[in-house]
């Protein structure tokens, strides 16, 4: 197991030559992990290189080559990384989600509410609001795409052109961008390969306005 410092040295060499292609210098390397002297780096670099965990290339300044990464994080660095995400959750909005809302084909409205998630303050301002996981691929010109979370203000109310929940015949909701035509209510879809549905007015309810979207990388 290495030390913290070692795994985070570790760590900092790989993300560096990753992104550029060289090794990090020695200063920064120093500030990455808030070492006061040059001398600490080359210890670490040296117990680092001992276990094999990186190697130096001959002939070459400031060239490391990162061999393997340890299987395990440090008990101190999973510590570190449990309060800072308890610290980033007391800092965050408890929002509920509802379940899945159709950006292709309408889907039945969920209206229970299944857990509860965490957004940034700075998501949701005034007002109440919830979240909904995306399905379909209608609105993928607007930046939304499937399996995306989209964050919801609640409103009965929205203007043209705004992005929102429509509820059709009390039963079907979906996400499409809004337009008033007279007394028909046009959803219409951010994807070509989609038709945009004309409704009677007295057809569709508005459960909210999009607010903004959370996507997961994997």
């Known amino acids: 197991m290495l030390t913290v410092k070692q795994y985070k040295l570790l760590m900092f060499i790989n993300k560096i030559t990753k992104e550029t292609g060289c090794s990090p210098s020695f200063d920064e390397m120093k500030d990455a992990i808030g070492l006061k002297s040059k001398s600490g780096i080359h210890a670490l670099l040296s117990a680092l290189e001992e276990r094999e965990f990186i190697r130096k290339l001959p002939h070459k300044a400031r060239a490391l080559e990162v061999l393997r990464l340890p ?116 959803l219409v879809p951010c994807n070509k390969n989609y038709q945009t549905r004309v409704l009677g007015a007295g057809r569709v309810k508005i459960q909210g306005v999009l607010s903004s979207i959370i996507r997961n990388y994997h």
């Open 71 to 186: 299987k395990f994080k440090p008990s101190a660095i999973l510590e570190e990384e449990k309060k800072r995400e308890i610290a980033l959750q007391n800092a965050a909005a408890q929002i509920p989600l509802y379940g899945k809302i159709a950006a292709g084909t309408p889907i039945e409205a969920i209206a229970n509410e299944t857990e509860m998630i965490h957004v940034p303050f700075e998501m949701v301002s005034k007002g109440r609001y919830y979240a909904l996981n995306v399905e379909g691929d209608s609105m993928i010109e607007a930046g939304i795409l499937d399996g995306d979370t989209a964050i919801i203000k609640k409103t009965d109310t929205a203007d043209n052109g705004a992005i929102v929940v429509a509820l059709v015949d009390n039963h079907e909701a979906t996400l499409k961008v809004l337009q008033k035509k007279g007394s028909d209510v046009w």
